[in-house]
């Protein structure tokens, strides 16, 4: 029973992001989705518990039917207006890689005030100009590298980086290898939106190592101290 409250939980919110959320972090989260897919799979099939693999796959084509049936009435109207619509044939990479999160704007991560104005020296909109984190959230994300994380987390982080590298359009190759070789990469501009991917991933990292130093986990403990003092 919990499995089925889970599958429709989900369900629920893949519908509902797909039709109310920014389309970018819709096509990345279905990456997502699929590169954890993959991960669970391989995982299950190289430990030969084949009972739990089955079931795996059937709770996500369960998913993937439950969300197709919500989302057909999105899929309804898209085909409707698909001709009237330039984007959904794609866009020009200049228009991809306008407004990003620009190097300069990287000063809001120990000054979140730094980057609210003279946005002609961070050349970008105010609103892609700050990922702000806290200080204190950043050093313990920095100390948390020397230890060892739980394979899902350095899936998340990794797959955060990547994005957060898209994030600065033009100034890096990323957003246009993306554009050029990922499949609905060419649907979306405001590449800046893509640096909110690696938050996440920073801030439980930075939560492992303070849940250790407040516990006092040996081994744990001595890994983060040496790190956290530099």
């Known amino acids: 029973p919990s499995d089925y409250r889970n599958i429709l939980i989900l369900t629920i919110f893949t519908f509902l ?3 109310g959320g920014y389309q970018a972090l819709s096509i990345v989260s279905g990456y997502l989705l699929m590169v ?3 991960f669970y799979s391989i995982r299950k099939l190289l430990s030969k518990d084949y009972t739990s693999f089955f079931r795996f796959i059937k709770a996500n084509m369960i998913w993937a039917l439950l969300t197709t049936a919500l989302c057909l009435v999105i899929i309804a109207s898209e085909r409707g207006i698909f001709k009237y619509v330039e984007r959904l ?4 990479l200049e228009q991809a890689q306008s407004i990003p999160f620009t190097p300069r704007s990287l000063i809001s991560l ?4 730094g980057a609210v104005k003279n946005m002609d020296f961070f050349r970008t909109d105010i609103s ?3 990922l702000y984190m806290g200080i204190f ?3 313990f994300f920095m100390a948390g590298i020397f230890i060892k994380l739980k394979p899902e987390l350095m899936i998340l982080l990794i797959f955060g980086f990547v994005f957060l590298l898209a994030s ?3 100034y890096l190759p990323v957003r246009k290898w993306l554009y050029d070789y990922v499949p609905l990469m060419d649907l979306f501009r405001l590449p800046g939106f893509l640096r909110v991917l690696i938050v996440i991933p920073i801030m439980v990292t930075g939560g492992i190592v303070v849940d250790a130093l407040l516990k006092g986990t040996g081994k744990l403990q001595k890994r ?7």
Not at 89 to 92: A, D, K, P, Q, Y
Not at 110 to 113: G, I
């Open 137 to 139: 959230m950043l050093v």
């Open 110 to 113: 120990l000054v979140p005030y």
């Open 89 to 92: 044939s794609g866009m020009s």
């Open 36 to 38: 954890f897919f993959l």
């Open 17 to 19: 992001l797909i039709s």
């Open 168 to 170: 600065f359009g033009k």
């Open 128 to 130: 892609m100009t700050n």
């Open 224 to 230: 983060i101290l040496l790190p956290f003092s530099v």
